[in-house]
């Protein structure tokens, strides 16, 4: 019995000393496997605890005129931004950061949950922060543990000129519009991008790709300073825009507009370029591009002129009288006896029991074609319209560009409405609009929409003679390094397809608009060169008539095509033709 007792216990102290053995084989096994092995991997897992990455932005593509004179720049400023997991453990850096930019820790902590990234990334919780903040902030940072601060470019508008609703803004983006942007162009909560007009349209352009420095952090996560064996990841800047503005053009037509409500557009109707660009009131720039209040931006969008509507491709507007030359153009193309097709107007046009006026009361007496572009006379229209329809005139609307989109280089433009039988039926019903729909529609009233942009493309094809180059604000986009990304060659489109003679016709009409005596575009004459137009007044349900006025020149020096529009201006002779003549004088002068 002894003996088998001895036995056992032998047995039971070899088991023992035997697993001792094994688990320290496995210990000194998983220690060379992390020691050795795998010694590269945790040394940087290591080393990532206590040296942060810390994002650079890259700035935006500069916005250039016609001249190379820069209208939109970059100008450094301040971000502050805070590390969650840091001032979770530290509530009192948030409290201490609320005493000091005297903003709440509610809305503080909004903002880092909205810019959140993950736990030990930056969370950017304020932007353009002044200097004396910063300062502030750098003498009480051993308070502050996971708040940082860092310079971001943000845009500087240097230019005085009024082209807020071609330049548009930018905006910092939200987490909704993430999932809407390429994964290659690197966005992260808390960055501007473009939200209106060409910062928008180019976006991918302007936008440059970010940077990394490091810094090294202790244990508390207080920042000690840059990590010397880290080479930094410089950002790439974002690309240029070249536009086609001409600044000097620009400044008169601003000048001419004064506060008027309205929209100028003038086109280079050679190659489609836009030279000046206006939607009369604007807003300011700098404070849509930054952290607008509440109490800001409610009085911008309950203003009562609208400041934020872009007239020049959003308004619709009825264009009155300057749309007749479309229906003269197809006269000429379709009836052999147009040039001698004669009516008499005494001031109203009868049709049933209801008159329809001309805008003389007294009447034109009897005119021709010539003479019914030239006086801009209704009654002869009402005529003319009859043998033509409907249907012909919108699909003549439409092939000069009425109705269409005209692909111009900055979002939200409108197409406007061109009225045909199939429309009228759809809202009147069938067999239930007449005649007298049709009268409305010739002289631009009733139910025809158009944009100024539309009126200056209009003009231009018929200083063209049916040929349309697409219009545009941006020429070129240009790298850093000076290389050539994109450009624009102009090409152009024939439009309408119509006789030398009835294109001589319609631009020899226009010429006497402006130059002859009975002329309602009289105002618009130039001693030392030759203007055509066309005036137009829109009836208005909710106040005075909008003017119109639009045009074109042949000049090699001056080759404009323009559409003027004042909202609530009375007639197109009286207030718009005033206008673009005042503007055209002064650029004679500048450019002799």
């Not at 060379?32 to 935006?60: D, G, W």
């Not at 930054?290 to 002129?305: A, F, V």
């Not at 018929?462 to 990304?485: M, R």
Request: glycine share 10%; hydrophobic share 40%.
């Amino acid at each position: 019995m002894l003996q088998g007792k001895n036995i056992v216990e032998g047995w039971r102290s070899l088991f023992i000393h035997g697993l001792l053995a094994i688990l320290f084989l496995i210990l000194i096994g998983r220690y060379y496997y992390l020691m050795v092995v795998f010694h590269e991997k945790y040394a940087e897992k290591a080393a990532a605890n206590h040296i942060r990455a810390v994002p650079v932005l890259a700035s935006r593509g500069v916005i250039y005129d016609s001249k190379g004179e820069i209208i939109v720049d970059n100008a450094p400023s301040y971000t502050i931004s805070v590390i969650p997991i840091e001032v979770n453990n530290k509530p009192e850096s948030i409290k201490r950061l609320s005493e000091v930019m005297e903003v709440s820790i509610e809305e503080i902590n909004r903002r880092i949950v909205k810019n959140r990234r993950g736990s030990f990334a930056p969370a950017k919780v304020f932007s353009r922060v002044p200097f004396e903040k910063i300062s502030h902030l750098q003498e009480h940072r051993l308070e502050l543990i996971g708040v940082t601060y860092s310079i971001e470019p943000i845009r500087s508008y240097v230019s005085k000129l009024d082209l807020s609703h071609a330049l548009g803004y930018t905006r910092e983006i939200n987490r909704d519009d993430l999932d809407r942007f390429s994964q290659d162009l690197d966005y992260q909560p808390g960055d501007q991008v473009g939200w209106k007009g060409l910062e928008k349209y180019y976006e991918a352009q302007l936008h440059g790709k970010r940077g990394f420095r490091y810094i090294e952090v202790n244990a508390l996560g207080q920042e000690i300073g840059e990590v010397i064996d880290r080479t930094p990841i410089n950002p790439i800047p974002g690309d240029d825009l070249y536009l086609s503005i001409d600044s000097e053009l620009q400044a008169v037509v601003e000048e001419a507009m004064s506060d008027s409500s309205g929209s100028v557009v003038i086109l280079n109707h050679r190659n489609g370029e836009i030279l000046a660009y206006l939607s009369s009131p604007g807003y300011d720039l700098e404070m849509l591009s930054g952290r607008i209040s509440s109490k800001d931006w409610d009085e911008l969008i309950t203003n009562p002129r609208k400041p934020l509507y872009d007239r020049g491709i959003q308004g619709l507007y009825p264009p009155g009288s300057t749309i007749k030359p479309l229906a003269a153009l197809f006269a000429l193309e379709n009836f052999s006896n147009a040039r001698e097709r004669t009516y008499v107007c005494r001031g109203s046009y009868r049709l049933g029991n209801r008159p329809f006026g001309c805008w003389k009361k007294s009447g034109h007496g009897k005119v021709n074609l010539h003479q019914a572009l030239e006086q801009s006379c209704n009654v002869y229209f009402f005529n003319l319209i009859q043998d033509i329809g409907l249907d012909e005139w919108s699909h003549m609307a439409r092939k000069f560009g009425f109705g269409k989109l005209s692909g111009i280089d900055i979002p939200r433009e409108n197409k406007g409405l061109i009225p045909d039988s199939r429309y009228m039926n759809q809202k009147y019903g069938v067999n239930n609009w007449t005649k007298g729909n049709l009268l409305n529609i010739v002289i631009g009233q009733g139910d025809v929409l158009v944009t100024p942009l539309q009126l200056a493309q209009f003009a231009g094809i018929i200083a063209e003679k049916g040929y349309l180059y697409k219009p545009h604000f941006v020429t070129k986009v240009v790298a850093k390094d000076g290389a050539i990304l994109q450009s624009v060659e102009p090409k152009a489109e024939l439009m309408i397809e119509a006789s030398e003679d009835s294109w001589k016709f319609i631009q020899g009409a226009m010429y006497s608009n402006v130059n002859d005596q009975k002329g309602t575009g009289k105002a618009a004459r130039q001693k030392n060169w030759t203007i055509y137009g066309k005036t137009g007044t829109a009836q208005n349900p909710h106040g005075e008539d909008h003017a119109w006025f639009i045009g074109f020149s042949l000049d090699e020096k001056f080759p404009y095509a323009w559409a003027v529009l004042l909202e609530n201006g009375g007639g197109g002779g009286g207030k718009a033709a005033p206008l673009i003549g005042k503007v055209l004088r002064k650029m004679a002068l500048l450019r002799k």
